[in-house]
């Protein structure tokens, strides 16, 4: 009987429920040990047999960490451009004066300065997974050394347009990431 172990290949089916309410239902497959799902998932996983299913608790601790207070910053509200709205409580993407993208969730706002929570939204909630296996296969020695999958021979972030999904930063993904 297939298990999940080092160095396989595993796809499975979740759903995830926050503060009991089922946020996301998506299938996943991954490269079982080399810490490319969150932690406290990864560890559960271990073992389980196809088709196998299970519900996994996951802390914050182990999953998107805990919340950061310090993650909270002020910024001028001159750095945004004139003509961009600010949303209290929604998720923006942002560019930073370096190009970098990153997300941020206004908390709050006056004339002068916007406060920006930087925490991933998920920071400090508890997640609820029901999973179940749906296949295990062996990795390849190439997958096994770049730590990730890769599809027809390539990485499985240089098939996404613009980024690469897991920022391995390989050589394989130069040109495409
Ligand atoms: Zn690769």
Known sequence: MNTVQYNTVV??????????????????????????????????????QEGEQKKVLVAAADAYGEFDPNMVVKVDRASFPEDFEIQLGEPMNLRDQSGHMFQAIAVALDEDSVDLDLNHPMAGKNLEFDVTILSIRPATEEEIAHG??????????????SDCGDGCGDSCCDGCC
Do not use: R
């Open 148 to 161: 990730h999958l890769h599809y027809q021979g390539g990485c499985s972030g240089c098939s996404s347009d």
């Open 11 to 48: 796809q499975f089916a979740y759903n995830l429920t926050v503060d009991g309410e089922e946020v996301e239902s998506n299938l996943l497959e991954y490269l079982h040990g080399h810490g490319n799902i969150i932690p406290g998932l990864e560890h559960e996983l271990m073992d389980m």
